[in-house]
């Protein structure tokens, strides 16, 4: 099970007084994304210019930031609904606003392009990367101004801008220059594209796909440019409201492994007790193929190790692992392995401990049986042992949904339960957990209000 990734929390970045925005304003700008990764010519100028206005400032008595702020204020759009994304959006043009040939400014977007002949080729990790620099920006919404990087600063121009498209597009012109995918084919950098053709500023909008939040796929990472500024945050799938319009489409110019990886099986396969030999047939992909046996064992130190740890704890071998994984091979990793076999059904021989290829398979894959709680027994430090995240699923019943609710209660954090808690998962006990991350300082994928191990160390700690 893929561990989350938690995101540090820097109050000072979100820091909301006049003087703390105009500063991060004006450097953000200075921050446009570089030629080598595609950027605007025309970035290096605005630069330049921040850098001799900042300069004159400090000569003439440090007036520079304040004279930048007065040549260009802030806007300030009022926040709306997270269902609700109001995001207006400009027509086609060409980059820096200038209008298309045979376009009058201000005029209606124009009709659908023929995609170019030649588009440039671009990979999923420039895609992101060029997207976060507009989130750690903090763009401000707007569907008539322009980024120092020439793209317009609406949710059509933002996508324009993370594929390098070269223009500004909308929403009704995007999927000329991609290719219709289905919801298991997504990959970060695909788009989800709502086009409302009856009135294109009411409803449309378009968000890039950053990745699954979790194996269940009903909450995946949307990056968006959208009222007040551009943001990253867990999203229902396919969005919060219209959500069967959003369609999933591929940019025509992405390059790399475009292969879905494996989804995660919805009911366990039969198991039977099997021996510990090799078979044929790879992981998912992106999945660590086995490293050998002698990557495990006593003096082993190495980031097999730690993923082996890892992937055990996902499994409900968090009881062994009171400090966590680690890349050391320790009698820790041994009982959790040994654990995890067993659940299978394999004895002698093939539950000694040791990962064997058959082991690893099953683990990169997500198949076999998780390890069962230890009846009667808490884990360390009182902490009960962690079922596994496929009891937190819409309609799962179990116990430890009920023990999870009344500790989430002791900890204050009961506010959504209008009765209960009980053996079944709701989404009131998802709203309270993500209350209880999002206390924790996490954010995005990291507050999704499904629990983790983590998440569930700390609730019980």
Known sequence: MPMPAFEEFEPARDCVCLGCAQRRRALSRA??????????????????????????????????SAALAEARPL???????LDDPDTPQGGRAPLHGRPATGQR?????????????????????????????????????SM?????????????????????????????????????????????GDMLLFHNPADPNKGSHVVLFGGWVDETRT????????????RKQATPY????????????????????????????????????????????????GATPFPGAAKFGPGADNAHVLELGRMLIGRGALRFYPKGASTVWSEADRLAT????????????????????????????KEGKDIPPEPGRAGPAGVPAYPGLK??????????????GRRLLQKGFGKHYTSGPGPRWSEADRRNVEAFQRAQGWRGASADGYPGPETWRRLFA
């Open 238 to 285: 396919a969005y919060w409201n219209n959500s069967a319009k959003y369609l999933p489409y591929r940019f025509n110019g992405v390059t790399g492994v475009t292969a879905p990886e494996a989804p995660a099986p919805q009911t366990p396969a039969p198991q039977v007790p099997a021996p510990q030999v090799p078979a044929p047939g790879a992981g998912p992909v």
């Open 219 to 230: 909450h995946y990472v949307a990056y968006e440019q959208t009222r007040p500024t551009t």
């Open 75 to 81: 806007p300030g759009p009022a926040p709306v609904a």
């Open 144 to 188: 008539s101004e322009y980024w120092v990087d020439g793209y317009r600063q609406d949710c059509s121009g933002y996508v324009s801008m993370a594929w390098n498209l070269g223009t500004n597009e909308w929403t009704g012109s995007l999927d000329a220059f991609a290719t219709r995918i289905t919801k298991e084919e997504l990959l970060p």
């Open 391 to 404: 009891v937190f699923r819409p309609g799962q019943t179990h116990p430890a949904v009920a023990a999870l």
């Open 338 to 365: 040994q654990a995890f076999q067993r659940a299978q059904g394999w004895t002698g021989a093939d539950a000694d401990g040791m990962p064997g290829e058959h082991t690893w398979r099953l683990l990169v894959r």
């Open 105 to 141: 400014p201000g005029t209606a977007p124009g009709g659908r392009p023929g995609a170019p002949s030649v588009v440039k080729r671009i990979d999923r990790t420039t895609i992101i990367n060029r997207a976060k620099v507009w989130l750690e920006a903090k763009v401000p919404y």
């Open 31 to 64: 921050r446009a994304i570089p030629l080598r990764d595609g950027g605007h010519p025309a970035a290096r100028g605005a630069r330049r210019a921040l850098v001799l206005a900042t300069a004159a400032g400090v000569v003439l008595g440090g007036g520079g």
